[in-house]
Protein backbone atom coordinates (compact mmCIF):
# COMPACT_ATOMS: atom_id res chain seq x y z
CA UNK A 1 0.00 0.00 0.00
CA UNK A 2 0.95 3.60 0.08
CA UNK A 3 3.31 5.25 2.48
CA UNK A 4 4.94 8.49 3.55
CA UNK A 5 7.82 9.17 5.87
CA UNK A 6 9.04 12.18 6.83
CA UNK A 7 11.79 12.88 8.91
CA UNK A 8 11.68 12.49 12.69
CA UNK A 9 10.91 15.79 14.86
CA UNK A 10 10.46 18.11 16.55
CA UNK A 11 12.74 20.50 14.93
CA UNK A 12 14.25 23.83 16.55
CA UNK A 13 15.33 26.53 14.54
CA UNK A 14 16.54 30.35 15.29
CA UNK A 15 14.86 32.78 13.10
CA UNK A 16 15.58 33.18 9.70
CA UNK A 17 17.61 30.21 9.58
CA UNK A 18 17.52 27.69 6.83
CA UNK A 19 14.61 24.65 6.90
CA UNK A 20 14.73 21.15 5.60
CA UNK A 21 11.88 18.90 6.24
CA UNK A 22 12.79 15.37 4.41
CA UNK A 23 9.60 13.54 2.74
CA UNK A 24 9.36 9.90 1.10
CA UNK A 25 7.08 8.05 -0.01
CA UNK A 26 5.91 4.88 -1.51
CA UNK A 27 2.75 4.39 -3.90
CA UNK A 28 1.70 2.59 -7.36
CA UNK A 29 1.17 4.70 -10.56
CA UNK A 30 1.36 8.23 -9.77
CA UNK A 31 0.13 10.12 -7.03
CA UNK A 32 -0.32 13.80 -6.19
CA UNK A 33 2.06 15.22 -3.33
CA UNK A 34 0.96 17.86 -0.95
CA UNK A 35 2.45 19.34 2.03
CA UNK A 36 0.07 20.49 4.88
CA UNK A 37 0.41 22.89 7.89
CA UNK A 38 -1.59 22.73 11.38
CA UNK A 39 -0.97 25.57 13.67
CA UNK A 40 -1.97 25.26 17.43
CA UNK A 41 -5.05 24.77 17.62
CA UNK A 42 -6.33 25.01 14.30
CA UNK A 43 -7.17 22.16 11.46
CA UNK A 44 -4.73 21.71 8.71
CA UNK A 45 -4.24 23.77 5.53
CA UNK A 46 -2.26 22.87 2.27
CA UNK A 47 0.53 24.98 1.78
CA UNK A 48 1.65 23.30 -1.53
CA UNK A 49 1.62 20.94 -3.63
CA UNK A 50 2.93 18.55 -7.03
CA UNK A 51 0.65 17.06 -9.36
CA UNK A 52 3.51 15.64 -11.35
CA UNK A 53 7.50 14.36 -11.81
CA UNK A 54 9.60 17.22 -11.52
CA UNK A 55 6.66 20.06 -10.68
CA UNK A 56 7.59 22.46 -7.91
CA UNK A 57 5.20 23.55 -5.24
CA UNK A 58 5.74 26.91 -3.72
CA UNK A 59 4.04 28.89 -1.68
CA UNK A 60 4.92 31.60 1.08
CA UNK A 61 8.23 31.48 0.72
CA UNK A 62 8.33 27.60 1.19
CA UNK A 63 9.42 24.84 -1.76
CA UNK A 64 8.86 21.43 -2.46
CA UNK A 65 9.82 19.40 -5.53
CA UNK A 66 8.66 16.39 -6.90
CA UNK A 67 11.34 13.85 -7.54
CA UNK A 68 10.34 10.68 -8.59
CA UNK A 69 13.62 9.19 -8.61
CA UNK A 70 14.07 9.18 -5.30
CA UNK A 71 10.00 9.53 -4.37
CA UNK A 72 10.75 12.26 -2.41
CA UNK A 73 9.09 15.68 -1.34
CA UNK A 74 11.35 17.71 1.02
CA UNK A 75 10.11 20.94 2.43
CA UNK A 76 13.06 24.03 2.28
CA UNK A 77 12.58 27.33 3.31
CA UNK A 78 15.32 29.73 2.88
CA UNK A 79 15.00 32.02 6.14
CA UNK A 80 12.11 30.50 8.78
CA UNK A 81 10.36 32.98 10.90
CA UNK A 82 8.82 32.81 14.25
CA UNK A 83 5.40 32.30 12.79
CA UNK A 84 6.31 29.58 11.08
CA UNK A 85 5.97 27.64 14.24
CA UNK A 86 3.67 24.71 13.09
CA UNK A 87 3.38 20.73 12.31
CA UNK A 88 4.03 20.21 8.59
CA UNK A 89 2.79 17.09 7.33
CA UNK A 90 3.68 15.36 3.94
CA UNK A 91 0.98 13.59 2.00
CA UNK A 92 -0.12 11.85 -1.28
CA UNK A 93 -3.41 11.44 -2.82
CA UNK A 94 -4.30 8.25 -3.98
CA UNK A 95 -6.94 9.15 -6.36
CA UNK A 96 -8.97 6.33 -7.05
CA UNK A 97 -12.54 7.10 -9.49
CA UNK A 98 -14.94 7.30 -6.64
CA UNK A 99 -12.77 10.26 -4.83
CA UNK A 100 -9.37 10.67 -3.23
CA UNK A 101 -7.66 9.94 -0.48
CA UNK A 102 -4.82 11.39 1.81
CA UNK A 103 -2.32 9.03 2.87
CA UNK A 104 -0.08 11.02 5.84
CA UNK A 105 3.31 11.07 7.08
CA UNK A 106 3.77 11.27 10.68
CA UNK A 107 4.19 15.03 10.90
CA UNK A 108 7.45 17.45 11.83
CA UNK A 109 7.05 19.92 14.57
CA UNK A 110 8.77 23.01 14.13
CA UNK A 111 9.90 25.46 16.77
CA UNK A 112 11.04 28.97 15.47
CA UNK A 113 13.07 31.02 18.13
CA UNK A 114 13.11 34.56 17.97
CA UNK B 1 -17.56 32.23 5.26
CA UNK B 2 -17.30 29.42 3.30
CA UNK B 3 -15.92 26.98 5.32
CA UNK B 4 -15.99 23.58 6.98
CA UNK B 5 -17.04 23.35 10.22
CA UNK B 6 -17.19 21.19 12.86
CA UNK B 7 -18.87 20.81 16.33
CA UNK B 8 -18.48 20.08 18.85
CA UNK B 9 -15.02 21.75 19.21
CA UNK B 10 -14.34 19.81 22.73
CA UNK B 11 -16.17 16.83 23.75
CA UNK B 12 -15.25 15.42 26.89
CA UNK B 13 -17.52 12.13 28.14
CA UNK B 14 -17.23 9.03 30.07
CA UNK B 15 -16.84 5.44 28.76
CA UNK B 16 -19.10 3.83 27.11
CA UNK B 17 -21.51 6.57 26.25
CA UNK B 18 -22.45 7.27 22.79
CA UNK B 19 -21.77 10.88 21.41
CA UNK B 20 -21.97 12.69 17.62
CA UNK B 21 -19.68 15.01 16.35
CA UNK B 22 -21.29 16.98 13.58
CA UNK B 23 -19.82 18.57 10.04
CA UNK B 24 -20.41 20.70 7.71
CA UNK B 25 -19.38 22.36 4.63
CA UNK B 26 -20.66 25.06 2.45
CA UNK B 27 -18.23 25.08 -0.54
CA UNK B 28 -20.81 22.84 -2.76
CA UNK B 29 -18.19 19.77 -2.63
CA UNK B 30 -19.63 16.51 -3.10
CA UNK B 31 -17.42 14.55 -1.44
CA UNK B 32 -16.49 14.43 2.50
CA UNK B 33 -14.07 12.75 4.89
CA UNK B 34 -13.65 11.98 8.44
CA UNK B 35 -9.51 11.88 9.39
CA UNK B 36 -8.41 11.01 13.49
CA UNK B 37 -5.57 12.30 14.41
CA UNK B 38 -4.08 10.50 17.81
CA UNK B 39 -1.75 11.88 20.29
CA UNK B 40 1.30 11.79 18.24
CA UNK B 41 -0.03 13.77 15.71
CA UNK B 42 -0.67 10.95 13.00
CA UNK B 43 -3.37 10.99 10.49
CA UNK B 44 -5.39 8.69 9.09
CA UNK B 45 -8.34 8.09 7.31
CA UNK B 46 -11.82 6.82 8.56
CA UNK B 47 -14.71 6.94 6.14
CA UNK B 48 -15.27 9.08 2.81
CA UNK B 49 -18.26 9.92 0.67
CA UNK B 50 -19.07 10.85 -2.29
CA UNK B 51 -22.80 12.24 -2.87
CA UNK B 52 -23.88 10.56 0.26
CA UNK B 53 -22.14 6.96 -0.59
CA UNK B 54 -19.99 5.48 1.56
CA UNK B 55 -16.92 4.88 -0.82
CA UNK B 56 -13.98 4.72 1.86
CA UNK B 57 -14.08 2.99 4.47
CA UNK B 58 -10.96 1.79 7.09
CA UNK B 59 -10.64 -0.38 9.07
CA UNK B 60 -12.28 1.33 12.03
CA UNK B 61 -14.18 -0.50 14.35
CA UNK B 62 -17.98 -0.75 13.83
CA UNK B 63 -19.15 0.98 16.79
CA UNK B 64 -18.10 4.49 14.76
CA UNK B 65 -20.96 4.99 12.11
CA UNK B 66 -20.93 8.03 9.76
CA UNK B 67 -23.82 9.21 8.13
CA UNK B 68 -24.66 11.46 5.72
CA UNK B 69 -28.12 13.28 5.09
CA UNK B 70 -26.88 15.41 2.33
CA UNK B 71 -24.08 16.42 0.38
CA UNK B 72 -23.60 19.15 2.58
CA UNK B 73 -23.14 17.16 5.79
CA UNK B 74 -21.34 14.18 7.20
CA UNK B 75 -21.93 13.31 10.62
CA UNK B 76 -19.95 10.90 12.72
CA UNK B 77 -21.86 8.84 15.78
CA UNK B 78 -19.72 6.49 18.08
CA UNK B 79 -21.13 4.07 20.49
CA UNK B 80 -19.60 2.63 23.57
CA UNK B 81 -16.95 5.36 24.15
CA UNK B 82 -13.66 3.71 24.94
CA UNK B 83 -10.35 5.38 25.95
CA UNK B 84 -8.64 4.45 23.38
CA UNK B 85 -11.20 6.51 20.96
CA UNK B 86 -9.60 9.89 22.62
CA UNK B 87 -8.21 11.77 19.52
CA UNK B 88 -8.55 14.46 17.39
CA UNK B 89 -11.22 14.09 14.69
CA UNK B 90 -11.09 16.09 11.73
CA UNK B 91 -13.90 16.46 8.58
CA UNK B 92 -12.83 17.22 5.51
CA UNK B 93 -14.50 18.19 2.19
CA UNK B 94 -13.48 18.09 -1.58
CA UNK B 95 -14.81 17.98 -5.32
CA UNK B 96 -14.53 15.25 -7.32
CA UNK B 97 -13.41 16.12 -10.67
CA UNK B 98 -12.40 13.11 -12.65
CA UNK B 99 -10.85 15.20 -15.16
CA UNK B 100 -7.93 16.77 -12.79
CA UNK B 101 -5.28 14.94 -10.85
CA UNK B 102 -5.82 15.46 -7.64
CA UNK B 103 -8.84 17.15 -5.33
CA UNK B 104 -8.05 19.37 -3.15
CA UNK B 105 -9.14 18.63 0.49
CA UNK B 106 -10.36 21.20 2.76
CA UNK B 107 -10.36 20.67 6.46
CA UNK B 108 -12.40 21.43 9.52
CA UNK B 109 -10.69 23.10 12.22
CA UNK B 110 -10.91 19.42 13.99
CA UNK B 111 -12.93 18.12 17.65
CA UNK B 112 -10.95 16.46 20.38
CA UNK B 113 -12.70 13.99 21.65
CA UNK B 114 -11.66 13.27 25.61
CA UNK B 115 -12.61 10.12 27.07
CA UNK B 116 -12.44 9.55 30.98
Known amino acids: GNSVTQMEGPVTLSEEAFLTINCTYTATGYPSLFWYVQYPGEGLQLLLKATKADDKGSNKGFEATYRKETTSFHLEKGSVQVSDSAVYFC?????????????FGEGTQLTVNP | DTAVSQTPKYLVTQMGNDKSIKCEQNLGHDTMYWYKQDSKKFLKIMFSYNNKELIINETVPNRFSPKSPDKAHLNLHINSLELGDSAVYFCASSQLSLAETYNEQFFGPGTRLTVL
Open chain 1, 91 to 103: ALSDRMASGSRLT
